[in-house]
Each structure stands twice: as C-alpha cells, then as structure tokens.
C-alpha cells in the first residue's frame, strides 16, 4: 500500500544512453511532481503536473522530458545522459497546486553516470 | 535563491537530549512546512504551520513560527537515536513551488 512508489531504485548507466524513472500515486492526489536532490542534499523542483497538466517547468535541459498519462502517473524521460545528471530523482504528489497542502514523497531514483 | 535556510547544518546530541533546528526565509509566507529524511529514503512531511499560526505540535515535536522574525524552529524533546535524519523547512512561492532549505543533519547518539 505504498503511497508514491518510483522505479527504478537505482539506475547505473552510460553517459550519452536514455533511460527513463516511473511514478505512481495511488492518494488519490491531483498534482505530481519531479525533484532533484544533489550531494549535497539540496532538493529543486524540475517538474510539476495537475491533472495531466504541465504547470511547473524549471529551466531544465530539455533532455529531460515529463509525461503523465494519468493524474495517478507521472513519467521522467532523460535522453543523451551526462555526467552531472548523477543525482537522486524525487517523485512526489499533493493534493492543489498552491503549495498549502503537504507533499508526499516517494523513496527516490538513485542515478549514477559511469 | 532558497527561501528556507536551516541552522545548523549539523547537529550531534546524545539520546534524551532536546534538538532545536531553525529555519529562516525572506519574503512573506502563507504556510511553512517541516520534513524529515531518512537516509537512502524520501521526504516525509511532518507539520506545517500556517501564517496565522504560532505554535504546532505534534507528538515530541514542536514547531513555532514567528513571522515578524521571518524564522521557524523545530523542536524534537526526548530525542532518540531514530530520530538521526535530516530536517528540511519549505515554504510554497507565489507559484506554489515548495522551496527547499538546505536542511540540518541531526545525529542523536545512544
């Protein structure tokens, strides 16, 4: 019964390959997002959807690609990876988009860039 | 810039002791929020508190705002050793992103 569940948990690939992280929320929530924590714990949103909606956009290469096919999921695709996408990829959701509602995290994608 | 700024970043006391984190942040709030980490684990939301709010608690935690300040503590009483994790504040900007501060890593020793 977990609440956000995110696949992979670890992902360890080569520099210039495409791999893609999945999210699903299953709280019934209506806004999702992507986060990125560094080394140094430093956490930044990338992403944001409501309702199927893109409504956060951080300037992000656009090599990162989001897609949410339903208000339960929401997808991170990476194409051409470079070294300094090492990082761990947070999926999160909430229910609104004004920020007064707590967000509920999922475990993380830890991704290594050999 | 980050709107929420923790101090300190790190913070060791031994089991038992009282751990008093402090955030501090810039511009006005409607809301702010505390959020702990486990290592190798995500975020997990533990109070928010809103503007017109001056204290919160819940369980051994206690969260006080002070607005004219622009400052919040998290106060954790009888800490214990599972309690060594992270502490993040946030706080929501105008568009409704949460904003992160860099957080204070408490170790509490047995």
């Known amino acids: 019964d977990t609440a956000v569940s995110q696949t992979p948990k670890y992902l360890v690939t080569q520099m210039g390959n495409d791999k893609s992280i999945k999210c699903e929320q299953n709280?019934?929530?209506?806004?999702m997002y992507w986060y990125k924590q560094d080394s140094k714990k430093f956490l930044k949103i990338m992403f944001s959807?409501?309702?199927?909606?893109?409504?956060i956009n951080e300037t992000v290469p656009n090599r990162f690609s989001p897609k949410s096919p339903d208000k339960a999921h929401l997808n991170l695709h990476i194409n051409s990876l470079e070294l300094g996408d090492s990082a761990v990829y947070f999926c999160?959701?909430?229910?609104?988009?004004?920020?007064?509602?707590?967000?509920?995290f999922g475990d993380g994608t830890r991704l290594s860039i050999l | 810039s980050q709107q929420g700024e923790e101090d300190p970043q790190a913070l060791s006391i031994q089991e038992g002791e009282n751990a008093t984190m402090n955030c501090s942040y810039k511009?006005?709030?409607?809301?702010l929020q505390w959020y702990r980490q486990n290592s190798g684990r995500g975020l997990v939301h533990l109070i928010l508190?809103?503007?017109?709010?001056r204290e919160k608690h819940s369980g051994r935690l206690r969260v006080t705002l002070d607005t004219s300040k622009k400052s919040s503590s998290l106060l954790i009483t009888a800490s214990r050793a599972a309690d060594t994790a992270s502490y993040f504040c946030?706080?929501?900007?105008?568009?409704?992103?949460?904003?992160f501060g860099q957080g204070t890593e408490l170790s509490v020793k047995p």
């Open positions: 709280l019934g929530h209506d806004t």
């Open positions: 999160a959701s909430s229910q609104g988009t004004v920020g007064n509602q707590p967000q509920h």
């Open positions: 959807y409501n309702n199927k909606e893109l409504i």
């Open positions: 946030a706080k929501p900007n105008q568009g409704g992103k949460l904003i």
């Open positions: 511009t006005s709030i409607n809301n």
């Open positions: 508190i809103r503007s017109n709010e």
